[in-house]
């Protein structure tokens, strides 16, 4: 087996000072600490508009989520990277979007002023907000992925739809979830992931952390590369059941409120 | 010396209201004078400076007091200062207290002699929305401002200072003019990095904390010069002095208080003061004598030990509360209390935009509790913090009692709580018998 400094990921950040709501960026925190912990070096870039960027250059693409105003920013940049971005996807590149990024990663967002924004289509999904009278979907989330919880934060007024085919990330527990109706959360096609989860959604989720650092891996170094070891994850698993224990205990945000 | 008691204020305002709807404007249109504070960080501190220099000036004055600022607070406060007889004084000034998104409602119920806006964060994005929708509002509203009103704007905050383009009125500006101000640290983040009007971004030559800074954006919006500044800043251990300019003169003051935003805070009760025609000197001896608002730097002694309640609501207050503890050498032993009620919003994630690392090695030992302990001590394992003493606690009197516990005398505890947390940790700490000891009066 090869020196474990050998091995190293590179992680890209899109948009950082834009889609960074709800403390996004804990999620290249996770990803720099729990390899730094296996000895596995990383590097993390971020990526704004206009950036000379190829996600070849990349081992997992991070995006995080933002307000209306935000998508509608990052949205043109983002289609100049589409066909690179789903080459990468097809390649079995690593990606976890999040929220607004979720909802771009999809078909198209259709905002609440009913302004259409044209996603990349890495999901077969699309997203629409129903307007500013609507309730935002508010809370905490509990859902079931591959038999275990995953847990964390929502807050978005879009709501989003998965074509025929494709395949939720994971069953909403507690919470709204893609769109409060089919009580599916998030979407997965290879190794990309999407959900509405904040939170940051991978400290307190160390599993799915470790999941997206594995794939990377295997994709990079071969299928044996994906074995991690485990860590001391105490604090990890006890933010994780007070998670449990705050959706659980109010199944329904009481504040949805009707803002864009 | 005042009592500790509890921070709810707003029930006699539900009665009231209820029995008789209009009572706020039948009372508020007695008042001679209506100040009114809005914004997202800073208002109580504001508002409690403000009442204090008017105090100085002979002034009688109504204020609403902290956590009630939504309207039936301020029913309640008028209510209470009106005689049996519902009349108020005559010659009353009141200082409100207006939460963000009641704003519109209390400035027509109170129609406002000076309206103080002191900026505008990111803040319980489940609770409020956008900041932008809140800029709207705002905007919105002072259309329907009494045109005698002085609008106090702070300059240095990009969304604050571009009200000005809604009003027509008189407008005093207030904001930092010392260049020697440390800027913010890279890493922190911002709420507001570009003009909702042009779709500019802002740009600094130099930025303070969040958006507040000399900014400029490409399409020649600039900040204004403005009419009320602070220079020559120095802080000390108890104190902070700066050079108060204002139109009618310039004075020297000592604030009891620390931080860069207390010098904000200082500056929008200076700017209203001097809206309501308050003097230089007056000022300057009603800053002096200032004393921290409930739960907002305060200091109190406790069983002997000395205990500091440092308020943090979100990213960019709790920011500026760590900032206050960074000076070289300091180390400090931490109760932080996380709770996710509706006020401080149920959302917890802001924590991780909070910039944590840079107090890790000013920790000596961590206490962690509240409702979501667990979710802060693992963003502080990350931040590379001292392992909390103890299990953590999601029961705060305990978590009390534990940071009490594993404290060396004679160091002082710093208690950084959220809104809810801080609530509940003061009155535990009045029931044990705290004394303040910033108490002047
Ligand atoms: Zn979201």
């Given at each position: 087996?090869?020196?474990?400094?050998?091995?190293?990921?590179?992680?890209?950040?899109?948009?950082?000072?834009?889609?960074n709501?709800?403390?996004?960026?804990?999620n290249?925190?996770?990803?720099?600490?729990?390899?730094?912990a296996?000895?596995?070096?990383t590097?993390?870039?971020?990526?704004?508009?206009?950036?000379?960027?190829?996600?070849?250059?990349?081992?997992?693409?991070?995006?995080?989520?933002?307000?209306?105003?935000?998508q509608?920013?990052v949205?043109?940049?983002?289609?100049?990277?589409?066909?690179?971005?789903?080459?990468?996807?097809?390649?079995?590149?690593?990606?976890?979007?999040?929220?607004?990024?979720?909802?771009?990663?999809?078909?198209?967002?259709?905002?609440?002023?009913?302004?259409?924004?044209?996603?990349?289509?890495?999901?077969?999904?699309?997203?629409?907000?129903?307007?500013?009278?609507?309730?935002?979907?508010?809370?905490?989330?509990?859902?079931?992925?591959?038999?275990?919880?995953?847990?964390?934060?929502?807050?978005?007024?879009?709501?989003?739809?998965?074509?025929?085919g494709?395949?939720?990330l994971?069953?909403?527990?507690?919470?709204?979830?893609?769109?409060?109706?089919?009580?599916?959360?998030?979407?997965?096609?290879?190794?990309?992931?999407?959900?509405?989860?904040?939170?940051?959604?991978?400290?307190?989720?160390?599993?799915?952390?470790?999941?997206?650092i594995?794939?990377?891996?295997?994709?990079?170094?071969?299928?044996?590369?994906?074995?991690?070891?485990?860590?001391?994850?105490?604090?990890?698993?006890?933010?994780?059941?007070?998670?449990?224990?705050?959706?659980?205990?109010?199944?329904?945000?009481?504040?949805?409120?009707?803002?864009? | 010396?005042?009592?500790l008691?509890?921070?709810?204020?707003?029930?006699?305002?539900?009665?009231?209201?209820?029995?008789?709807?209009?009572?706020?404007?039948?009372?508020?249109?007695?008042?001679?004078a209506?100040?009114?504070?809005?914004?997202?960080?800073?208002?109580?501190?504001?508002?409690?400076?403000?009442?204090?220099?008017?105090?100085?000036?002979?002034?009688?004055?109504?204020?609403?007091?902290?956590?009630?600022?939504?309207?039936r607070?301020?029913?309640?406060?008028?209510?209470?200062?009106?005689?049996?007889?519902?009349?108020?004084?005559?010659?009353?000034?009141?200082?409100?207290?207006?939460?963000?998104?009641?704003?519109?409602?209390?400035a027509?119920?109170?129609?406002?002699?000076?309206?103080?806006?002191?900026?505008?964060?990111?803040?319980?994005?489940?609770?409020?929305?956008?900041?932008?929708?809140?800029?709207?509002?705002?905007?919105?509203?002072?259309?329907?401002?009494?045109?005698?009103?002085?609008?106090?704007?702070?300059?240095?905050?990009?969304?604050?200072?571009?009200?000005?383009?809604?009003?027509?009125?008189?407008c005093?500006?207030?904001g930092?003019?010392?260049?020697?101000?440390?800027?913010?640290?890279?890493?922190?983040?911002?709420?507001?990095?570009?003009?909702?009007?042009?779709?500019?971004?802002?740009?600094?030559?130099?930025?303070y904390?969040?958006?507040?800074?000399?900014w400029?954006?490409?399409?020649?919006?600039?900040?204004?010069?403005?009419?009320?500044?602070?220079?020559?800043?120095?802080?000390?251990?108890?104190?902070?002095?700066?050079?108060?300019?204002?139109?009618?003169?310039?004075?020297?003051?000592?604030?009891?208080?620390?931080?860069?935003?207390?010098?904000?805070?200082?500056?929008?009760?200076?700017t209203?003061?001097?809206?309501?025609?308050?003097?230089?000197?007056?000022?300057?001896?009603?800053?002096?004598?200032?004393?921290?608002?409930?739960?907002?730097?305060?200091?109190?002694?406790?069983?002997g030990?000395?205990?500091?309640?440092?308020?943090?609501?979100?990213?960019?207050?709790?920011?500026?509360?760590?900032?206050?503890?960074?000076?070289?050498?300091?180390?400090?032993?931490?109760?932080?209390?996380?709770?996710?009620?509706?006020?401080?919003?149920?959302?917890?994630?802001?924590?991780?935009?909070?910039?944590?690392?840079?107090?890790?090695?000013?920790?000596?030992?961590?206490?962690?509790?509240?409702?979501?302990?667990?979710?802060?001590?693992?963003?502080?394992?990350?931040?590379?913090?001292?392992?909390?003493?103890?299990?953590?606690?999601n029961?705060?009197?305990?978590?009390?009692?534990?940071?009490?516990?594993?404290?060396?005398?004679?160091?002082?505890l710093?208690?950084?709580?959220?809104?809810?947390?801080?609530?509940?940790?003061?009155?535990r700490?009045?029931?044990?018998?705290?004394?303040?000891?910033?108490?002047?009066?």
């Amino acid at each position: 087996m090869s020196n474990s400094h050998d091995r190293r990921l590179d992680i890209a950040v899109l948009y950082p000072d834009l889609l960074n709501l709800y403390g996004d960026r804990g999620n290249a925190r996770a990803m720099e600490r729990r390899c730094a912990a296996r000895g596995i070096d990383t590097t993390v870039t971020g990526v704004d508009i206009g950036d000379d960027w190829s996600p070849e250059q990349s081992d997992l693409v991070l995006i995080g989520g933002g307000q209306d105003r935000e998508q509608r920013r990052v949205h043109a940049d983002l289609q100049g990277r589409s066909a690179e971005i789903r080459d990468y996807v097809t390649d079995d590149g690593v990606v976890l979007a999040v929220c607004a990024g979720f909802q771009l990663f999809g078909h198209r967002y259709r905002g609440w002023d009913g302004e259409i924004m044209e996603g990349i289509g890495v999901f077969d999904a699309v997203a629409t907000h129903p307007g500013p009278q609507i309730r935002r979907c508010v809370g905490n989330v509990v859902a079931l992925w591959e038999g275990e919880t995953i847990v964390g934060f929502e807050n978005h007024g879009g709501r989003t739809y998965l074509n025929n085919g494709q395949q939720a990330l994971a069953d909403v527990v507690s919470g709204f979830g893609n769109n409060g109706g089919d009580g599916l959360e998030g979407a997965r096609v290879k190794n990309a992931f999407g959900t509405y989860l904040h939170g940051a959604v991978l400290p307190k989720n160390p599993h799915l952390a470790d999941r997206l650092i594995s794939l990377a891996l295997e994709r990079r170094y071969g299928l044996e590369a994906g074995e991690l070891e485990p860590l001391d994850d105490g604090a990890a698993l006890r933010a994780h059941a007070e998670a449990l224990h705050a959706a659980l205990s109010a199944s329904e945000s009481p504040l949805g409120r009707r803002f864009a | 010396m005042r009592a500790l008691g509890s921070g709810g204020t707003a029930l006699p305002g539900l009665v009231v209201e209820r029995l008789h709807p209009q009572a706020t404007e039948q009372l508020g249109s007695r008042l001679s004078a209506t100040a009114l504070i809005t914004g997202t960080n800073g208002k109580t501190t504001t508002a409690a400076m403000l009442a204090r220099i008017l105090r100085a000036d002979g002034r009688t004055v109504v204020h609403n007091r902290s956590g009630s600022n939504l309207m039936r607070g301020v029913t309640a406060s008028l209510v209470e200062a009106a005689s049996p007889l519902g009349s108020l004084v005559h010659g009353c000034t009141a200082v409100l207290e207006a939460d963000e998104a009641a704003l519109p409602a209390i400035a027509r119920a109170a129609p406002p002699t000076t309206t103080v806006f002191t900026n505008l964060m990111r803040d319980q994005l489940d609770r409020y929305g956008e900041i932008e929708s809140i800029a709207l509002r705002w905007g919105e509203a002072l259309d329907d401002f009494p045109s005698s009103t002085t609008i106090a704007l702070n300059a240095d905050d990009p969304l604050i200072a571009s009200l000005a383009t809604h009003w027509d009125g008189s407008c005093l500006r207030f904001g930092i003019e010392d260049p020697d101000v440390p800027p913010a640290p890279s890493g922190e983040i911002v709420d507001a990095i570009w003009d909702p009007a042009t779709q500019d971004d802002y740009r600094y030559s130099r930025r303070y904390f969040a958006q507040l800074g000399r900014w400029h954006t490409a399409a020649g919006a600039e900040r204004p010069s403005p009419e009320i500044s602070a220079d020559e800043i120095l802080q000390t251990d108890e104190a902070t002095r700066f050079l108060l300019r204002l139109p009618t003169g310039s004075v020297s003051i000592e604030l009891p208080a620390l931080g860069l935003y207390s010098v904000y805070n200082a500056l929008a009760a200076a700017t209203a003061a001097t809206a309501l025609g308050v003097p230089p000197e007056t000022i300057q001896r009603g800053l002096g004598a200032h004393e921290a608002a409930f739960g907002r730097q305060e200091e109190m002694v406790v069983d002997g030990r000395r205990v500091r309640v440092l308020l943090g609501k979100n990213p960019s207050g709790m920011n500026q509360a760590l900032r206050t503890l960074q000076r070289p050498g300091e180390r400090h032993h931490l109760l932080v209390l996380l709770n996710d009620g509706i006020a401080d919003g149920t959302d917890v994630s802001w924590i991780w935009d909070v910039d944590w690392e840079s107090q890790a090695e000013h920790c000596a030992s961590l206490v962690v509790g509240g409702h979501r302990a667990a979710d802060m001590a693992l963003r502080l394992e990350y931040a590379g913090f001292p392992p909390p003493c103890g299990p953590v606690e999601n029961d705060v009197g305990r978590a009390l009692r534990a940071a009490l516990d594993v404290l060396p005398q004679p160091e002082p505890l710093t208690i950084l709580p959220t809104y809810t947390a801080m609530l509940d940790v003061r009155q535990r700490l009045g029931r044990m018998g705290a004394a303040r000891l910033w108490d002047v009066a």
